[in-house]
């Protein structure tokens, strides 16, 4: 008799994320490529005042929040402070009362917030490309949110 495992795989969904900013702070925008044997889809979003690090951190938020729960992500960024934020600072942060190495104030502390509490629901894999490198997934990332900062300018005019 064969024993065979029933383990069910599931599919890994691929997130790209990118953040833009015109002046930091700025106007700045976010872009989500999200990929799957499935579907592809695209997301992106501004703010008026913000910066760059929030548009990445607010990028990989509302890709993950696009996927269904205890799914299997793979996410691609060229944003080191998110990557390392996630899986290497964090645990301290959270430890030292939002407090950074050198004692000050996490930045975006609420995107953090925002973010830790939703990695606890997938499996999700880390992935960092160089920017404008010539990654088709962060560059198609980086076309959104670059497209999203033209949307504000659009409707402001």
Same mark, same amino acid.
């Given at each position: 008799m064969v024993d065979l495992d029933m383990t069910v795989i599931k599919e890994t969904?691929?997130?790209?994320?990118d953040g833009a900013c015109k002046g930091n702070p700025g106007v700045g925008g976010w872009g989500v490529?999200?990929? #799957? @044997?499935?579907f592809i889809n695209?997301?992106?979003g501004y703010e008026q005042l913000t910066t760059n690090n929030r548009m990445e951190l607010i990028a990989v938020i509302e890709g993950i929040k696009s996927i269904e729960k205890n799914?299997?992500?793979e996410i691609t960024t060229d944003s080191k402070y998110v990557k390392n934020g996630i899986n290497l600072w964090?645990?301290?942060w959270?430890?030292?009362?939002?407090?950074? #190495? @050198?004692?000050k104030p996490v930045k975006n502390k609420e995107l953090w917030l925002d973010l830790d509490k939703l990695v606890q629901n997938y499996?999700?894999?880390w992935k960092w490309v160089k920017g404008h490198s010539g990654h088709p997934?962060?560059?198609r990332a980086d076309q959104l949110a670059n497209a999203a900062i033209l949307d504000f300018f659009s409707i402001t005019k």
């Open positions: 969904v691929q997130i790209f994320t490529l999200i990929k #799957s @044997s499935n695209e997301l992106k799914a299997n992500i964090i645990d301290n959270k430890k030292n009362d939002w407090k950074t #190495s @050198s004692k499996n999700i894999e997934g962060n560059e």
